[in-house]
Nanobody, 126 residues
Framework: VQLVESGGGLVPAGGSLRLSCAAS????????LAWFRRGPGKERDFVSF???????????SYTDSALGRFTISRDKNQNTVYLQMNSLNPDDAAVYYC?????????????????WGQGTQVTVSS
């Protein structure tokens, strides 16, 4: 399975972006998909994950800074997972990565994910 992110770009503070993660081989076999980000000079951080059973979501988690501003969702027909990001601020600027796991429940640890995309750049101007 190949994961491909898209939707990054440059937005002013307070703006919105929707990131997409498309799975070329389908995400049906995976049980959870997450978004991580790596800001300039920073370590990779967890942003959000969604777990599912069959075609229905079972659990969603967000890091504290994303809660209330970001929304993770899945289009099961398109094998795509989205991250809607609102009220962006300069601290959100980073390369955003999606990752998939066969674990039955998602995780905030990158080590638990076996498939990764190449990343998409998000830049927020102040």
């Amino acid at each position: 399975v190949q994961l491909v992110e898209s939707g990054g770009g440059l937005v002013p503070a307070g703006g919105s972006l929707r990131l997409s993660c498309a799975a070329s081989g389908g995400i049906f076999g995976y049980y959870a998909l997450a978004w991580f980000r790596r800001g300039p000079g920073k370590e990779r951080d967890f942003v959000s994950f969604m777990s599912w059973s069959g075609s229905e979501p079972t659990f969603v988690s967000y890091t504290d800074s994303a809660l209330g501003r970001f929304t993770i969702s899945r289009d099961k027909n398109q094998n795509t997972v989205y991250l809607q990001m609102n009220s962006l601020n300069p601290d959100d600027a980073a390369v955003y990565y999606c990752a998939a796991t066969f674990r039955s429940v998602g995780s905030s640890r990158g080590i638990d994910y076996s498939a990764w995309g190449q990343g998409t750049q998000v830049t927020v101007s102040s």
